[in-house]
């Protein structure tokens, strides 16, 4: 008989990333209070907290742990390089961004930890309990990171609507783990693997609530509508992150959950029902997109349209699929994450709205900045050489070799859709001549840091893309699938 | 750096235009000479490097030659493979020596970010050889794309005055085209899989497929459109004259003298020898496109007001010529068409570039703006006599070569007529072109600041000169040229004509003595399996199967797997394995 959280050095290590998140997190609030003079360290903690994060992940022991609550394995290893990178990202990009601003204050780099330490949950839970639990502290952080210009009416609407949206995705989720606990007698993933419960009606029943719920947080059309107004309110950098690591930890969540389920394979009616989403999400998010003033409801909408790309490789399900969801995933951090940062440090008053006409001209005055998101956008779009198209590659490989033609023509015509707002980008920076005379914010050594980091993850993923192939394979044989 | 130049030549071919833009980025922005002389040196010793590949070159050998391959994505089966034949070769070497022309021609050209238009220039030139060199389907595609960006960036921000609208149409309609394309490779490389169970990626490997007519037919199309969109065939031309007017002049030069002849090349390298049942099938529409481009493009040339835009479309109407003699298939035609690309892409190119040196000194590409001018600049009106000329297939000039095997070729083919037709477009050509000159260069000088003109620089005569050398030389001496084309073009007809003859003649006789088959199954290659793993796992059935319609053909199974060796050796030469 195990005692309910049966401590010991195994488990101390299993869980200590998130509890340097959380410590680190803390000390940064307690430094905000009694030694405010030491917020110019604030972003330099959070990176050394990332790192080891990072460290104590690597380090840990491979197996379960508490009970066979918490995972450790090489696919929570490479989701936590995942996160890690784009948490790196983030706080580079928010520490500039803070002191333009003037609110360089604690609470930022502790909400961004602390979300951070709910999606690594996310990731590493194999109790649906834990895995709400992780999503909780992760909304609640950055609802709160939503509004965090208070007095911004743009930032305060952003985190109410996300509040409330947010809390009407979290009761789907809460109602499909009720559901799936009712007819399997546990929150263990891994008594889903019952043969007599896939085609139980009220299982499928749970799993669209859950598809809902993590829909919700993923912006898959048609639980999408938050994201534009949300994104513009939130200070750039903590879009930076909310549009990348949440999406791809729902995403593993629900690979988690359909993988224990569909011991046979995923039924043709649920895969005709994801393919639907995935349709409906890629189409709507580039075909809306086309009509953005703003860049940052812009790069919303393709983030839509960019989980409707993801939602490909769910609808073809299987080993393979998973890895090419995890190239994909960072793929689109190194491209989005970077895109994000570019756009925190070419706007000089982050409190107003971003028109993408104040871009024009910037590729002669601030050439680096240019450049580095003229490469993020062409890696959105797909162009080969960046990391991109491969993420585009092994998905749509994916969905030829399940035999999903359909699903992959209208993928591939999506990408040309989509090549029409990200060249309009190109178009203004290069092609036109600068409309703003003050010009952007000068550039700080820690936006070039994020954007270099960026430029080398998109070359060096889009050109050497072999190893990182290789380690998502391996981490997702982790899951068991069914051999197709 | 011996063994690098030794082994790994089309390596080095390839990427030092991007080891020279990676190094222009080092150059301060404020460094506008250095950046220009520095992007036209290393454009220069790029060709100097790509100069031993037509020296040490085997004419006799029929496959490709200086082939290197390194896995790339081990576990998905692409492969980093290289190798070139003949045609490759011609269209390197024009790559290579087109690119340091518009360099040249830049350098007192080209003002405005002068450091970005040098290091886009180069990573184009590196997609360019890249395209050209690549064995592996993947990789070809990298290429293929890679080359948009910088030739975007070209258009639009070093462009005219609707340079936007023609930068964004050029992107969209290529992208367009090569999406589908992108889809097909998949698809080739999953069936690979099923058929092998190994992942590959390589021509080479994808060639041993077979497929049903159907998918054969979608597969083809969706390769052939990539390509026809790029040379471009007749009714998909569109975003051609609209680029080509609105890039800088050495965006033109490369863009008729290369990017455009990437179609035709793509073609014969990729969608031939994959789908030859489709190819041979839809190649009769293929040159009726052709033959309707080259009588349009003639028509539409004629009428045009604009230097630029005439030249443009005379491009369609050479580049239908073309299409023409790959739509023929006749040994002659193959090769008259591989080399009337080279013509073009001189003569063309030429003229694109004399027509940028007036336009700098008048700013206007308006034909009546001219006239008379020939008094006043003869060094340029001797060089753009001789382009036209050459342009309009004058015999000792390189392009009478071109356009004679081209039409011989397809009279000999069983579409007479095409020849007929398209003989038209070489007399249309010479009224269209020597109206220009006359209208440019002789008429009476009525607008007084012509009479500033002044004389072509240094530079650009320089420029202009090599191309004049190699018109004159190919003029006079083809044979250098199409020695080192024969056996290529052989095989690559080999490959197909053998396989579909084979195919077709034992799926008809078959049919009556074997009982039908599922549609799906397999038509191997010229009945006996070349040498390599089975494709498809076949039974004993199917062989005894084949071999019963081999003896109801009429042949001995001997004979059949005897052609077949001889086929499978000509592909597996041309795998450069």
Same mark, same amino acid.
């Not at chain 1, 840990?60 to 394995?73: K, M, N, V, Y």
């Not at chain 1, 509004?147 to 911004?152: E, K």
């Not at chain 2, 081209?406 to 477009?425: D, E, M």
């Given at each position: ?50 790192? +080891? ?105 952003? +985190? ?196 993408? +006409? ?127 | ?9 089309? !390596? ?47 004419? &006799? ?50 003002? /405005?970010?002068?450091?970005?238009? &040098? ?80 992942? *590959? ?10 497929? *049903?007519? &159907? ?22 031309? !569109? ?75 005379? &491009? ?14 006749? !040994? ?119 009479? /500033? ?34 056996? *290529?073009?052989?095989?690559? #007809? ?12 034992? #799926? ?15 038509? !191997? ?20 199967? #084949? ?31």
């Amino acid at each position: 008989m195990t005692t309910f959280l049966p401590w010991g050095p195994q488990s101390l290590a299993a869980i200590a990333p998130e509890i340097v998140l959380a410590v680190t997190g803390s000390v940064i609030v307690l430094l905000e209070a009694f030694a405010p003079a030491a917020r110019r360290w604030f972003a330099t903690l959070s990176l050394a907290a990332i790192a +080891g994060y990072l460290y104590f992940l690597l380090r840990a022991p491979i197996g379960a742990t508490f009970d066979a609550r918490l995972d450790t394995s090489v696919l929570t290893e490479a989701v936590g390089l995942f996160l890690g990178a784009t948490a790196a990202v983030a706080i580079l990009a928010a520490k500039p961004y803070l002191e333009r601003t003037g609110e360089e204050k604690g609470e930022f780099y502790a909400l961004l930890l602390w979300g951070h330490l709910g999606v690594s949950l996310m990731t590493r839970g194999l109790d649906l309990l834990v895995v709400f639990i992780g999503l909780e502290t992760l909304s609640l952080s950055f609802y709160v990171l939503a509004a965090f210009f208070r007095s911004v009416e743009a930032s305060s609407e952003a +985190g109410m609507k996300y509040f409330l949206t947010g809390a009407f995705g979290s009761a789907f989720t809460l109602y499909g783990i009720v559901l799936l606990f009712g007819k399997s007698g546990s929150v263990r993933i891994a008594a889903l693997a019952h043969p007599g419960l896939a085609g139980d009606p009220l299982v499928v029943l749970a799993l669209l609530l859950l598809l809902v719920g993590f829909g919700f947080k993923m912006s898959l059309a048609p639980f999408h509508a938050w994201a534009p107004d949300v994104y513009q309110g939130m200070p750039t950098p903590a879009v930076a992150y909310l549009s990348v690591a949440p999406k791809g930890a729902s995403l593993l969540v629900l690979y988690r959950v359909l993988a224990a389920i569909f011991q046979d394979g995923m039924p043709d009616r649920f895969r005709a029902g994801v393919a639907a989403l995935a349709i409906l999400s890629m189409t709507l998010g580039n075909v809306v997109a086309l009509a953005q003033r703003d860049v940052k409801r812009l790069l919303a909408y393709s983030g839509i349209a960019h989980m409707g790309y993801v939602t490909i490789a769910l609808a073809v399900f299987g080993s393979d699929s998973l890895a090419a969801v995890l190239v994909y995933f960072f793929a689109y951090l190194v491209s989005n994450a970077g895109a994000f940062a570019a756009v925190s440090a070419f706007y000089r008053d982050e409190t107003r709205p971003h028109p993408i +006409g104040l871009l024009a001209g910037e590729g002669r005055r601030s050439p680096f900045r240019a450049a580095a998101f003229t490469l993020c956008l062409l890696s959105l779009a797909g162009v080969p050489a960046t990391a991109g198209f491969i993420g585009k590659f092994f998905v749509f490989k994916a969905a030829i070799e399940r035999g999903l033609y359909a699903l992959a023509i209208i993928g591939v015509v999506n990408s040309l859709i989509s090549i029409g707002y990200y060249l309009k980008i190109v178009y203004l920076m290069y092609m036109r001549e600068a409309v703003e005379p003050e010009g952007p914010p000068p550039l700080a050594i820690a936006d070039r840091l994020a954007l270099s980091l960026c430029v080398v993850g998109i070359l060096v993923l889009g050109i050497f893309p072999a190893p990182l192939w290789d380690l998502a394979r391996r981490a997702a044989e982790t899951l068991p699938f069914a051999s197709p | 750096m011996q063994d690098l130049l030794q082994n790994h030549l089309l !390596t080095v071919v390839v990427f030092l235009p991007t080891a020279g833009a990676a190094a222009l980025l080092l150059f301060p922005e404020s460094a506008r000479q250095a950046a220009k002389w520095f992007a036209f040196a290393v454009s220069l010793l790029d060709l100097a490097v790509s100069i031993p590949l037509w020296t040490r070159f085997d004419v &006799s050998a029929a496959g490709f030659q200086f082939t290197e391959k390194v896995r790339w994505i081990p576990s998905v089966g692409v492969s980093y493979a290289l190798g070139i034949d003949g045609i490759s070769l011609l269209l390197i070497l024009l790559t290579t020596l087109l690119t340091p022309v518009s360099l040249l021609f830049s350098v007192t050209h080209v003002e /405005k970010s002068v450091r970005a238009f &040098s290091i886009a220039f180069l990573v184009l030139e590196t997609g360019m050889l890249g395209s050209l060199a690549a064995l592996d389907l993947a990789l070809f595609y990298v290429f293929w794309e890679v080359m948009l960006v910088p030739m975007y960036f070209i258009i639009g921000i070093w462009g005219g005055a609707k340079r936007i609208y023609a930068a964004m149409k050029f992107f969209l309609f290529t992208m367009a085209g090569s999406l589908l394309m992108f889809l097909a490779i998949l698809y080739l490389a999953v069936r690979h899989r099923e058929a092998t169970g190994t992942w *590959s990626f390589l021509l080479a490997d994808l060639t041993r497929l077979d497929f *049903s007519a &159907s998918t054969q037919a979608l597969l083809f199309f969706a390769f052939a459109l990539a390509f026809a969109i790029k040379v471009p065939v007749f009714p998909l031309h !569109t975003w051609l004259p609209d680029a080509h007017t609105e890039a800088p002049t050495a965006g033109s030069i490369i863009l008729a003298g290369v990017l455009l002849k990437l179609g035709i090349y793509g073609y014969l390298r990729f969608a031939l020898p994959l789908f030859p049942d489709a190819a041979m099938r839809y190649a009769p529409w293929l040159g009726v496109l052709g033959v309707i481009g080259v009588v349009y493009g003639a028509m539409v040339a004629y009428a045009q007001k604009d230097m630029k835009r005439l030249v443009a479309y005379s &491009s369609v109407s050479h580049l239908g010529l073309v299409v023409v003699g790959v739509g023929a298939f006749t !040994t002659t035609a193959l090769s008259g068409s591989i080399l009337q690309m080279v013509n073009h892409g001189l003569s063309t190119g030429a003229l694109f570039l004399l027509v940028g040196v007036l336009y700098e000194r008048r700013h206007t590409r308006e034909i009546e703006a001219y006239g008379g001018i020939a008094g006043i600049v003869p060094v340029t009106t001797a060089l753009f006599l001789v382009a036209t000329l050459s342009s309009i297939g004058l015999p000792g000039l390189n392009g009478f070569v071109g356009e004679f095997l081209v039409l011989v070729g397809t009279w000999t083919s069983p579409h007479r007529w095409w020849s007929v037709v398209a003989a038209t477009g070489v007399i249309l050509s010479a009224i269209y072109m020597l109206s220009l000159v006359q209208r440019v260069f002789w008429n009476p000088l009525v607008h007084e600041e012509n009479r /500033k003109l002044t004389e072509i620089r240094w530079s650009e005569l320089v420029a202009a000169g090599v191309l004049v050398v190699l018109m004159v030389w190919i003029g006079v001496r083809p044979n250098d040229v199409l020695s080192r084309l024969g056996p *290529s073009v052989e095989a690559v #007809r080999a490959s197909v004509t053998q396989r579909t003859a084979q195919a077709r003649a034992l #799926r008809a006789v078959g049919a009556g003595l074997v009982p039908a088959r599922d549609d799906e199954a397999p038509v !191997t290659t010229g009945g006996g399996q070349p040498q390599g793993p089975p494709l498809r796992h076949q039974g004993p059935t199917q062989a005894s199967a #084949r071999s019963l319609r081999a003896v109801g053909a009429g042949l001995d199974p001997a004979r059949v797997t005897g052609t077949t060796m001889r086929t499978a050796g000509v592909q597996s030469a041309g795998g450069g394995r």
